[in-house]
């Protein structure tokens, strides 16, 4: 008699309403993963099974974590990612970045499948001369949202038994291109305001390397692959683009890319007394996320900008 195939156990994700979490999900349904999704606001565009949660609610968070039927695996994105909301509540961004990821962390433990964090280029200082952090180099964040995204790093990883790295810290670049609500990516209100005739000052001494959504969004597949096959992994690795640009370069790549004039486009330094402060030069090495997923960051190109 043949044994009864068994029912795929969905994926727990969080954040799936927002920029990341969407083009997540959306891959994780075309290629047959079952979803379970935590958070304030549903889904529409995956079909999945939703559970209403505030993860800023951390006493409540165990209550609604017992419950949840059994799952492959754990992705937190849910985030308070904005630094001036970081800076103005940290009371808000603890809770939500670093308290929230505890409990999910140890949910995950408890349930002995594998927890991936999404975490932040932002946890990095920007000191380094020519950027491009490694996993190797020490984060020393500069504002609040950093450092509640460390937090939750360090939350995360203390729940992983050393013995079956079970948890992955995927820090991520900045991400552009479309979101699945067509207004969520910074390249997005980028071309909005372009297309609206409206100006953009942008850095030209804070550099990043920018990451397409689209790969970011590959890139989690690939590692929620070999963590459920129990492949050893670092418990860090830098999702980011191929390479180091300004804000004002990167500007110029996505207007060009999406076949509009730059006109609308002002470089400008930085101003040195911003509250939050923000770190110059956060650039990450995709080099050993690309080696160890076989993962391949793309340049700006129109498909990475707007799709096509
Ligand atoms: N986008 C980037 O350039 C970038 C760069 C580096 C790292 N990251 C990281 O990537 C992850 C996703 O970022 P994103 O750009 O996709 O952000 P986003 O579009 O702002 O989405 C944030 C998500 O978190 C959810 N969330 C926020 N507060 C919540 C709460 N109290 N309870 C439940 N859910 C809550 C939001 O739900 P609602 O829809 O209900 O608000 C939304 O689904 C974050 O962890 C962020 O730190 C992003």
Redesign the pocket.
């Known amino acids: 008699m043949s044994a009864q195939p068994q029912p795929r156990r969905p994926v727990l994700l969080?954040?799936?309403?927002?920029?990341?979490?969407?083009r997540l999900a959306a891959l994780l349904h075309a290629r047959g993963d079952a979803l379970l999704t935590l958070?304030?606001?549903p889904t529409h565009l995956t079909p999945s099974a939703h559970f209403p949660?505030?993860?800023?609610d951390t006493p409540a968070l165990p209550r609604t974590l017992a419950p949840l039927p059994d799952v492959h695996a754990v992705i937190h994105?849910?985030?308070?990612?904005d630094l001036a909301a970081c800076h103005a509540q940290p009371a808000l961004a603890r809770a939500?970045?670093t308290h929230?990821t505890e409990a999910l962390a140890a949910f995950a433990a408890h349930r002995a499948v594998p927890f991936l964090f999404?975490?932040?280029?932002?946890v990095f200082d920007g000191a380094k001369p020519q950027g491009l952090y490694t996993e190797a180099d020490a984060p020393r964040p500069l504002h609040e949202y950093g450092r509640s995204?460390l937090a939750g790093e360090h939350a995360a990883l203390a729940t992983s038994p050393s013995a079956a790295p079970r948890t992955l810290v995927l820090?991520?670049?900045?991400?552009?291109g479309p979101?699945p609500r067509g207004d969520?990516?910074?390249s997005e209100r980028l071309l909005a305001a372009l297309r609206a005739g409206t100006s953009s000052t942008l850095y030209t001494d804070e550099h990043r390397s920018p990451v397409a959504a689209t790969d970011v969004a590959h890139a989690i597949s690939l590692a929620l692959d070999q963590l459920v096959l129990g492949r050893p992994l670092p418990h860090i690795l830098h999702l980011a683009g191929p390479h180091r640009l300004s804000r004002f370069e990167l500007g110029l790549a996505i207007a060009r890319a999406a076949n509009l004039p730059a006109t609308g486009l002002h470089p400008a330094p930085q101003p040195t007394n911003a509250i939050p402060p923000r770190p110059r030069d956060v650039s990450m090495s995709p080099a050993l996320a690309s080696t160890i997923l076989g993962w391949h960051p793309q340049a700006v190109s129109p498909a990475t900008v707007v799709g096509t």
């Open positions: 969080t954040g799936a309403s927002g920029f990341v979490g969407g958070g304030r606001t949660c505030d993860l800023a994105l849910a985030a308070l990612p939500v970045n929230a999404i975490s932040t280029d932002q995204k820090r991520l670049a900045l991400v552009y979101s969520r990516s910074c």
